[in-house]
């Protein structure tokens, strides 16, 4: 079974500073696709920022980028001039194996202090 | 354009009674999955559709769940003979047919209250 682990439960950080939500995950598969999700109180589930596993470059999508270290399986997700609105629940997702699907962690409860 | 359709938004059932889910996928999306989020938790996978097939169903109990993606029509959650332990919110979210960076586009969730 597919493992996604985000060891942090909460994380906090003042209003335009920088925070790192950390992500590892499982996977024998070489050639996969890994994103970040963020669920506001609103429960809707948006899509930040994703990954192809074959790409070297880490992405990039303005104040949002990411650190990915396939070696270590590891994809961090770096949060730049932190903004209210950016307070949320984080979820790692990679989508690996045939069957398409894609498994999410435990998530990361972010909040943003004015 | 429309996005995942999912209803109702509220759902509220007694004990014992049947409980159905709908969600109609993105136009041109024809892989469906559901996953259900307890309050305070992370999202659970359930069941990956395709239409008219069952491709993974490894997250669903094995009693009383069940889902289907007709040929015609939304996918269907249907969870028969509920108990509290059911209270959750469900997604479904939907794909295009080839794996890529493309990602899901999810629904508003289902939140289901049995009392």
């Known amino acids: 079974a597919q493992t996604v682990t985000q060891s942090q439960p909460e994380m906090s950080v003042q209003e335009a500073e920088t925070v790192t939500l950390s992500c590892t995950y499982d996977?024998?598969?070489?050639?996969?696709?890994l994103f970040w999700y963020k669920q506001p109180p609103s429960r809707q589930m948006i899509l930040v920022i994703r990954?192809?596993?074959?790409?070297?470059q880490n992405a990039t999508e303005n104040r949002f980028s990411v650190n990915f270290q396939k070696a270590a399986k590891s994809f961090s997700l770096k949060i730049s001039d932190s903004q209210l609105g950016d307070a949320a629940m984080y979820f790692c997702?990679?989508?690996?194996?045939?069957?398409?699907?894609?498994?999410f962690g435990a998530g990361t409860r972010l909040t943003v202090k004015p | 354009n429309a996005g995942v359709m999912q209803n109702p938004r509220h759902l509220v059932r007694r004990r014992g009674q049947e409980a159905r889910l709908r969600c109609s996928p993105m136009?041109?999306?024809?892989?469906v999955y559901w996953y259900r989020q307890l309050p305070e938790e992370g999202l659970k996978f359930m069941v990956y559709?395709?239409?008219?097939?069952?491709?993974?169903e490894s997250g669903m109990p094995k009693e009383r769940f069940s889902a289907e993606f007709p040929k015609e029509g939304p996918s269907i959650l249907r969870i028969q003979q509920v108990v509290r332990g059911d209270s959750a919110a469900y997604f479904c979210?939907?794909?295009?047919?080839?794996?890529?960076?493309?990602?899901?586009?999810f629904g508003s969730g289902t939140r289901l209250t049995v009392v």
């Open positions: 979210a939907s794909s295009p047919p080839v794996r890529s960076l493309y990602g899901y586009t």
């Open positions: 996977t024998s598969e070489s050639d996969y696709y």
């Open positions: 990954q192809e596993a074959y790409k070297q």
């Open positions: 997702a990679p989508r690996v194996g045939n069957n398409n699907d894609m498994r």
């Open positions: 136009k041109g999306h024809s892989h």
């Open positions: 559709l395709q239409k008219e097939n069952i491709i993974d």
